[in-house]
């Protein structure tokens, strides 16, 4: 059913299928329908031939009856019993000798008459008066020896052949007539290996024939027969419903009107081998569709399955989804395409990702910088500050220590340490980590990130799963114990050295800049303060020219 669905639906693989089945089908039928032709022709020719054959064996036959009786005729009137009974005019005894020659002969009439064609004798029962075929003795009459006919008489087509008697002086004493009349019998023995069918026609009625044939029987006439281009017509005919093949031919005779012999060949084994030539070809027909078909719809596949899939991807794609992948399955130009698909899909993903990272950040950066615009709350900008800088670096622990002056004491005169944000860390760990930073001669205090501090109860020195190669890159305790004296921490702003990974590398760019603007932004709002010795109360315009080095390591602090 789902191969039915695939090929009948619109779609590429059916155009390309039906195209080629419709080619392949074209060709059958222009084949079939010329073999088809051919065949038939050839199988109407040879039953044209075996019926002309039949019909050329039977005018054949006929005419060789005729010259038969004819040369019986002559030697019967040749014999001298025959002329001494004939000059005698004897009737008996010319029955008892015809009688038995009659039997030998195997002829269905013998007589004999005197010149005027009355009969005097004969090997069968005849009346007194009977005289022989006016028409045949004026033809022996005019040719002066011997003449045969073919006639259409109540016994049948009969032949008759006639031969002059002469006497001793050979003057002509009289006429010797034999006949054979042409039945189904004889019929039967002209045509004894074939299925065609004869059948002699006079007058418009079948007076012998080989098969039953029925009493309204359509024939051709003697004219059409006639007119036919070699007085050969054809013609289907149906006799007790069955159809025949006939050829018709004129049988002429010289002194009777002409009939029609009729060869029919039964149609049956015609029908029957253009039946079965009809069931061969659609079989074969049937089957090559089927294999036309088949093929046409692996090679359609081959090439409609691997751009559905690319369609399917591209609405993908322009869904938004950059995650889906091409799995390469051709090795021809489809398969290029199949690669090129994939991996420009792979490099939208890349970039997307990279750019939605890029844009979170950003994004970070801009809701820490409108959560303290317009915030006058200390400890509200504090806890927002720090949330969104955790949040951003997936920190584990992170607070904000700030100095603060004792009670009553002047501005910028010094005093404690104090944690007053935190998260993930204990606020005296904080005060802690934050005065070994700013008393600790190793660490530049501008530096915003830093890597390891000695003896910290951080977990900075752990590998974390979340930023692995940026970690490996940057922290390498064991190297740092050995040689803590030698260690350096890049400054913000330094120029780095080229990163591995160029999408760490940007991040460390951005990193530096969002922690300039947060430093300038820390600088403006922390409380001044400075080291005690180094300005005096009653120089209050001093603050702003505080080294360098304690304003880094009250910001260190303050971090």
């Not at 303290?372 to 806890?383: K, L, S, Y």
Request: charged residues 25%.
């Amino acid at each position: 059913m789902r191969f039915f669905s695939q090929l009948f639906a619109p779609s590429l693989l059916r155009a390309l299928v039906g195209r080629t089945v419709a080619v392949a089908v074209g060709a059958l039928v222009v084949l079939a329908a010329v073999a088809l032709y051919e065949s038939n022709d050839l199988v109407a020719k040879q039953f044209e031939d075996e019926a002309s054959i039949v019909a050329q064996a039977a005018a054949n036959g006929i005419e060789g009856q005729s010259t038969l009786l004819q040369r019986q005729a002559s030697l019967l009137a040749g014999l001298p019993t025959i002329r001494e009974l004939t000059e005698a005019n004897d009737r008996n005894a010319l029955d008892a000798f015809l009688l038995p020659q009659k039997s030998r002969l195997l002829v269905d009439f013998m007589d004999v008459a005197d010149l005027d064609g009355t009969l005097i004798g004969g090997a069968q029962d005849f009346k007194p008066g009977d005289t022989l075929k006016p028409d045949l003795v004026q033809l022996v009459q005019a040719r002066a020896q011997q003449s045969w006919s073919l006639s259409d008489e109540p016994q049948g087509i009969v032949i008759r052949a006639i031969y002059v008697i002469r006497g001793k002086d050979q003057e002509p004493i009289g006429y010797m007539e034999v006949a054979s009349v042409l039945d189904n019998s004889y019929l039967k023995t002209i045509n004894t290996k074939s299925d065609a069918q004869l059948a002699l026609i006079w007058n418009g009625k079948v007076r012998a024939s080989t098969t039953t044939i029925p009493e309204g029987a359509v024939f051709p006439s003697v004219e059409q027969v006639d007119n036919a281009p070699g007085d050969v017509f054809v013609q289907d005919v149906t006799l007790n419903g069955q159809s025949y093949y006939g050829i018709f031919q004129v049988v002429r005779s010289q002194v009777a009107k002409p009939g029609v012999l009729a060869v029919i060949l039964p149609l049956d084994a015609l029908n029957a081998s253009q039946r079965t030539l009809l069931v061969i070809l659609f079989v074969l027909a049937a089957s090559l569709i089927a294999l036309v078909t088949f093929f046409a719809y692996r090679s359609a596949t081959a090439m409609t399955r691997p751009l559905e899939d690319l369609a399917a991807a591209a609405q993908q794609i322009e869904a938004g989804d950059l995650g889906v992948r091409i799995r390469q399955r051709s090795h021809h130009e489809i398969g290029t395409l199949e690669r090129a698909f994939d991996t420009m899909a792979r490099s939208l993903s890349e970039r997307e990702r990279a750019q939605q990272e890029y844009l979170a950040e950003v994004r970070t950066v801009n809701e820490v910088a409108d959560a303290v615009v317009g915030v006058t709350d200390r400890e509200r900008i504090f806890a927002e500050s720090l949330s969104r800088m955790v949040a951003l670096f997936h920190a584990d622990g992170a607070s904000i220590v700030s100095r603060e002056d004792a009670p009553g004491a002047p501005l910028g005169s010094g005093g404690r340490l104090i944690a007053p944000t935190t998260i993930g860390i204990d606020p005296d760990t904080a005060v802690m980590l934050a005065t070994r930073v700013l008393v600790n001669p190793v660490y530049d205090p501008n530096q915003i990130q830093h890597l390891h501090v000695p003896q910290s109860p951080m977990p900075h020195g752990r590998e974390r799963e979340r930023r692995p190669r940026r970690r490996a890159a940057r922290e390498q305790p064991a190297a740092r114990t050995r040689e803590p004296a030698q260690e350096r921490v890049p400054r913000v702003g330094e120029p780095r050295a080229p990163h591995a990974d160029e999408r760490d590398h940007r991040l460390h760019e951005a990193d530096a800049r969002r922690a300039r603007r947060r430093s300038h932004r820390a600088a403006d709002r922390r409380p001044r303060a400075c080291r005690a010795g180094r300005r005096q109360p009653s120089q209050p315009d001093q603050r702003t020219a505080r080294p360098r080095e304690d304003r880094g390591r009250q910001d260190g602090a303050q971090r």
